[in-house]
């Protein structure tokens, strides 16, 4: 039976934040809405948010503050052209330039939560102003940028146990390493980051691909994140694999390149000055609040 507390007797208040859980083909992440642009997100607390027994789970954070009130000079300049600034962390707590998978995911949360009504519209990222149009219910378009090779002068390959690959190495802006190979279990387990060389292409890690081709428009993939491990997906992955692949087997500028990933299935498409669109679906999964304190 519950009885009213004597008198004086002092109670902590617990205050709680809202959060969201989403995923793009598997990718998945923690979402929280910061309006006012107060919440400061220290590595710690997004390792504690993001831990799949510990915290909520996810790949990643995905903080959602107008981009006027960012804190980042190159993102408050997106200001004028996206409203919303999709503040992006690795799982390991460290910052990354962007997420193809988690734009989508952002997009969609601001869609279904009503701070976005338009089909077509701008999210503000470290790399760049993305533009994102609505497909359909939970399907998006999101156009990507340009991508460029890594620059180094000796060439790139990926070593896992007693084999190695050539790799094809491109900024998208996350830097990712490419290799082809006959089957994707050739990889093995990916517990462990594989040994990319030179080290010098790649001074802050890199995302790494494993990509089988399937057709001139259609490949799989699997892949190593910087900062998480191996993913079910990866957006900007999706697009590097594509981009190396339409090279590597020589399909026709412009083609929709499909790409499996083991979370299900995005598209990839470049147009004639190299800009590539991500196309594939976003889920939230769930809703709720958090003890303040698990943001301290």
Not at 96 to 124: K, P
Request: contains cysteine; hydrophobic residues 40%; proline residues 4%.
């Amino acid at each position: 039976m519950r009885t009213k507390p004597p008198s004086g007797t002092a109670y902590a208040r617990h205050m709680t934040v809202a959060f969201a859980k989403g995923h793009g083909t598997g990718n998945d992440f923690v979402i929280l809405a910061d309006d006012a642009g107060q919440l400061e997100i220290s590595a710690t607390v997004v390792r504690r948010l993001t831990d799949r027994h510990f915290g909520i789970g996810g790949d990643g954070l995905l903080r959602v503050v107008p981009t006027a009130l960012a804190n980042e000079a190159d993102v408050v300049a997106q200001a004028s052209v996206a409203e919303w600034f999709m503040d992006y962390r690795n799982a390991d707590g460290s910052i990354a330039e962007m997420c193809g998978n988690g734009v989508r995911v952002f997009a969609h949360f601001l869609r279904v939560t009503g701070r976005v009504v338009a089909d077509e519209f701008h999210v503000a990222t470290r790399g760049g102003t993305k533009r994102v149009t609505v497909l359909g219910e939970g399907e998006y378009a999101v156009t990507m940028g340009g991508s460029a090779p890594v620059d180094t002068t000796q060439p790139l390959s990926i070593h896992v146990g007693e084999r190695t690959w050539s790799a094809v190495g491109v900024l998208l802006p996350n830097p990712h390493a490419v290799a082809f190979v006959d089957s994707l279990e050739d990889a093995g387990s990916l517990l462990d980051m594989p040994n990319v060389l030179p080290a010098s292409a790649y001074p802050h890690g890199t995302n790494v691909e494993f990509v089988r081709a399937l057709g001139p428009t259609h490949i799989e993939m699997r892949v190593f994140e910087r900062g998480v491990g191996e993913t079910l997906s990866c957006g900007t992955g999706a697009c590097a694999a594509a981009w190396a692949a339409s090279r590597h087997q020589g399909a026709d500028l412009g083609a929709r390149i499909r790409v499996d990933v083991p979370g299900g299935t995005v598209y990839v498409e470049e147009d004639e000055r190299g800009i590539m669109t991500l196309s594939g679906p976003a889920v939230i999964v769930a809703t709720g609040t958090i003890d303040e304190g698990l943001l301290r």
